[in-house]
């Protein structure tokens, strides 16, 4: 018997929790963590709070039977405390037993709000300020009923547990559907949250008079009593989609030649603005009677006291066309994609333009051949107007009568009367480069008495004319002038690739334009609309300095043959007719005691090249008086020049044969200026060179105050003159007495033209595109200024950080389209603003008086928000009358539009039998209505009763409806007294 085995028995601990009770005693622990339970009564809920205050959200994970679940607490963050506990239809008594969600359900401030953010419909659906909700994590669907009560259940008794009075919610159905069932346990109270989404409306939910029996009937069930009547909220909706009346339909932004119209001057000079069809997808019009009693109103399937122009209240909310196309986003997006194109123009045009491209004294045939020579009476003498056999004419996209307006838009001077002539201030400066260059002997500038050749030459030859090009509000974004050539060129070159034919159209263009650049250098003709002097590598683009070098091209070479005609005695009538001022240039007048000296010099060592005489200075050696010399300008440079440059000099490295190298390459200008000075004055030294052009470089004695025997004060070289074989001293004895006129040529006008053009002609599309994306953007920027409307505050803000954006993104050379992407992408934003902004005001407003209301403009602004926005006295002010007018338009052109009397309304209808024509159809004034069925009913039915039996503490019941189209849900919030049950 000892030895008897006792069988293993399996005994269930019923000490260890089971997955149901961990589920519980984690949503308990959470509720503990974020001290929701006892929580104080918060004060009344005011009107907007739900829409103007923020939501805070808590949330945290947690897990049941292998499903992963998220627990959330929204909390509505009111901006003060208050004492006032003062709620409708309830006493201060019944207050105290009453949860914080009690109240809020019977508080109408915020019926019918419309909250983006995620689960807060439930505020929507109930009106409470805060609350709990469970979902599923992954994004799973709770289906199954079973599931759905254990998950409600848990819920129920973890926040009674907990003693936390916050409404509760399980999430179920489909995410879409938005299915919340929850409950709120108070102290001697229960309020079940129930839902009901149905796809079918059933025919007695059409209306108020059948949701006022089923409230009614819920409320009653096992209670046998009679109810006060209850209160009523009502809000319909109406859309109006069908923009059909031009009065207040935004037109879209249009061109004549988008048409095949003619050209117009205004039309190539501005580039498009506004979208291409109306921005505006809907108006949404929302129509209120808040907290009315039921008696009051009659809503059933025969008759109706809801008509929107009996509402107190209106609301009006707008939706917007997602990202609408908008023309001048469209055209800067486009040309950037052709900023990305490597094809050649010869690929693009065939062979005719690689010919065209050769320099040759042939006619040109193309349009320009006739542009140039119909119009201009200095070329029509020169060139021939028939075009030669062996030339090919480059033929593409654009027409012959539209490609020769836009030429003639880019030269105007090429016409007789152009009605597109630059302003004053390019021509002027034009004028001023080619006089003062005639002036100065062609080959340079006079240098100042005061200083030194180089620097003050420099100043002299930059003018001031660049900067009276350059508009003040946008300084600092490297482009151009406004309106000047290559701003002209850019826009057209927009129209061009939009419109005209694309890539065949821009290099078309492109073709035709370096064809007049060399036809125009050939000739002598300045190129309009370009700044004078130097290019400006500071300011502005490089297409326009290449232009600068043409037309400072053109102005050297007409002063250098100037010149050379005069020294070989060609103009000698004309010099004695125009006075002495060559003479007294080159010839300078001695008195007694220097005609004495000069008559010992021989006839090879005269002075010759002389400007004029110095005031102050003398020679170091003899006395003589210092005369300045005719030197030659500095070498104009573009920007790629001076970088190619620097290249060099940095190639070259940093030994003793480099130094020497550099030096040398940078005497080129020295040794011309050395020449020039010892022709002027063949008794210098070094020393007087060094006093004149360099005097940093010459060290006065101010410790003496001795003077020479010519009145000078004594001085001596800096000690890096004093270096033993210093480039200056190389230089200076290497240097011959040469006038600046017989020197070499330090700027090679012909070889430099040749080089621009050259450099014009050799682009790829994609290339020439980069060349003109700034101006064209810096263009498209001043269009965004000009169509900027007051009513947007932020806008100036936010145009001024693109404004910066675009001066950073002009500075290089090569530009980096990734900048001008974003930058684009910003004007395209601000672009949709603005049309959105403009099709508003012309729907809200009867004419342009009204849109400058201030009134009207804060209207729009709110709207502009996306949120709805109250319409000032409803119906009866004049924002409402324009609304109620735009909504009888639409019916108007539905009714007459339809065939047979079945018209469409300006929106679908909330039932389902009648049809759009019978909701546009009034039987009892035998005309049709001003607002089409509404698009969406919702109803809010409030109501105190006992329950679940009369002996029972009145507790708040709410019922929120909503038909929308073809669904109904119904959201019910219904208490009962847990203590006298």
């Not at 003693?163 to 879409?176: D, G, I, M, N």
């Not at 240097?735 to 050799?762: C, G, M, S, W």
């Amino acid at each position: 018997m000892n030895n008897v085995e006792i069988e293993d028995v399996y005994h269930h601990d019923f000490t260890t929790a089971s997955e149901w009770e961990v589920f519980i005693a984690r949503l308990e622990e959470l509720i503990h963590e974020w001290k929701l339970p006892q929580r104080r009564i918060g004060p009344p809920l005011k009107h907007g709070d739900f829409i103007n205050l923020p939501w805070d959200e808590t949330s945290d994970k947690l897990n049941f039977a292998d499903v992963e679940f998220r627990l959330k607490h929204f909390k509505l963050r009111l901006e003060e405390e208050t004492t006032d506990n003062d709620c409708i239809l309830v006493s201060e008594e019944q207050e105290d037993c009453w949860t914080q969600c009690q109240k809020d359900v019977l508080n109408a401030s915020n019926d019918f709000v419309q909250l983006d953010q995620n689960h807060l419909e439930i505020a929507r659906y109930y009106g409470i300020r805060e609350f709990l909700v469970l979902v599923p994590s992954k994004k799973s669907s709770i289906l199954d009923e079973t599931r759905i009560k254990i998950l409600l259940s848990s819920l129920t008794i973890a926040v009674s547990n907990a003693r936390c009075e916050l409404p509760a919610f399980v999430q179920a159905q489909e995410s879409w559907q938005k299915f919340y069932l929850g409950v709120n346990v108070g102290k001697g109270s229960r309020m079940h949250l129930n839902m009901v989404h149905l796809k079918k409306i059933p025919p007695h939910c059409r209306h108020l008079t059948g949701l006022l029996s089923l409230f009614k009937q819920k409320i009653n069930e096992g209670c046998g009593i009679q109810l006060d009547p209850v209160i009523v909220s009502v809000r319909l909706t109406y859309s109006l989609k069908d923009w059909t009346s031009s009065t207040w339909t935004q037109e879209p932004p249009d061109f004549d030649f988008l048409q095949g119209e003619t050209l117009g001057v205004d039309e190539l000079g501005k580039l498009p603005f506004g979208a291409t069809f109306d921005p505006i997808k809907e108006f949404q019009l929302f129509v209120s009677w808040p907290e009315i009693c039921e008696n009051v109103v009659v809503d059933s399937e025969s008759f109706s006291d809801l008509e929107p122009l009996s509402a107190p209240e209106w609301a009006l909310q707008v939706e917007m066309v997602p990202g609408p196309a908008c023309l001048l986003g469209e055209y800067l997006s486009n040309f950037l994609l052709l900023c990305s194109n490597p094809k050649s123009l010869t690929d693009i045009l065939g062979d005719g333009a690689a010919y065209a491209t050769d320099n040759d004294n042939q006619s040109i045939g193309s349009a320009f051949n006739i542009l140039t020579e119909s119009k201009i009476p200095s070329i029509s003498t020169v060139v021939h107007r028939a075009t030669s056999k062996s030339r090919k004419n480059v033929e593409g996209p654009i027409t012959e009568d539209v490609l020769l307006p836009i030429l003639y838009f880019v030269f105007p001077d090429a016409e007789g009367k152009s009605r597109a002539a630059y302003m004053s201030s390019f021509s002027s400066v034009d004028q001023g480069t080619s006089s003062s260059s005639s002036t100065s002997g062609g080959v340079g500038t006079s240098s100042t008495v005061s200083g030194g050749g180089s620097t003050t030459t420099a100043e002299n030859v930059s003018g001031a004319g660049n900067n009276s090009s350059i508009d003040d509000q946008w300084r600092g974004i490297k482009t151009c002038a406004v309106d000047s050539l290559v701003w002209r060129l850019a826009v057209v070159a927009a129209h061009c690739a939009y419109n005209l034919g694309g890539q065949a159209a821009l290099a078309q263009l492109w073709h035709e334009f370096v064809q007049e650049v060399r036809f125009r250098w050939e000739k002598g003709i300045m190129l309009p609309g370009v700044g004078a002097g130097f290019p400006d590598c500071v300011r502005t683009c490089l297409l326009h300095q290449k232009l600068q070098m043409i037309n400072c091209c053109i102005a050297r070479k007409k002063a250098r043959e100037e010149v050379e005609r005069k020294v070989q005695g060609m103009d000698i009538n004309a010099d004695s007719s125009a006075g002495d001022s060559e003479e007294d240039e080159f010839f300078e007048c001695l008195n007694e005691d220097e005609g004495a000296q000069g008559r010992h010099q021989l006839l090879w060592n005269r002075p010759v090249g002389r400007l004029a005489k110095h005031p102050t200075l003398r020679l170091v050696q003899t006395g003589e008086p210092l005369y300045l010399p005719v030197t030659q300008d500095p070498v104009p440079k573009t920007e790629d020049q001076l970088e190619e440059d620097a290249q060099v000099m940095m190639q070259l490295g940093t030994d003793k044969n480099a130094s020497e190298m550099r030096a040398r390459l940078m005497s080129a200008s020295l040794l011309s200026d050395m020449e020039s000075f010892k022709a002027a004055n063949p008794s210098a030294q070094l020393e007087d060179f060094i006093r004149w052009y360099s005097p940093r470089d010459w060290i006065e004695d101010s410790e003496s105050n001795d003077k020479d025997e010519w009145g000078q004060t004594p001085g001596k070289l800096s000690p890096r003159m004093l270096i033993p074989n210093n480039p200056w001293a190389s230089t200076w004895t290497s240097a011959q007495p040469v006038p600046a006129y017989r020197q070499k040529r330090l700027f090679d006008d012909t070889r430099e033209a040749e080089k621009v053009i050259h450099f014009l002609t050799n682009k790829r599309l994609g290339q020439v595109g980069q060349l003109l994306l700034p101006v064209l953007t810096h263009a498209a920027l001043v269009a965004l200024h000009e169509k900027k409307t007051s009513s947007l505050q932020g806008l100036p803000d936010v145009l001024q950080a693109i404004h910066s954006r675009l001066q950073f993104a002009t500075k290089p050379i090569q530009q980096k389209l990734q900048l001008y992407e974003d930058i684009i992408r910003d004007m395209e934003s601000v672009e949709t603003l603005v049309a959105q902004m403009n099709s508003l005001q012309l729907k809200l407003s009867d004419n342009e008086g009204d849109a400058q209301d201030k009134e009207l403009q804060a209207f729009v602004v709110q709207l502009m928000r996306g949120k709805e926005v109250s319409v000032p006295n409803g119906p009866r002010g004049a924002l409402g009358n324009r609304i109620s007018k735009m909504f009888s338009d639409a019916q108007k052109a539905a009714h007459t539009s339809s065939t047979g009397g079945s018209g469409s309304g300006g929106g679908s209808s909330g039932g389902g039998n009648s049809s759009d024509s019978d909701a546009m159809y009034d039987p009892r004034s035998m005309a049709f209505k001003p607002f089409p069925a509404p698009t969406c009913k919702e109803f809010v039915l409030r109501a105190m009763a006992p329950r679940p039996s009369p002996t029972s503490i009145a507790q708040p019941q709410r019922l929120y409806v909503s038909l929308d189209k073809d669904n109904i849900r119904m959201a019910g919030a219904f208490s009962e007294d847990t203590i006298f049950y």
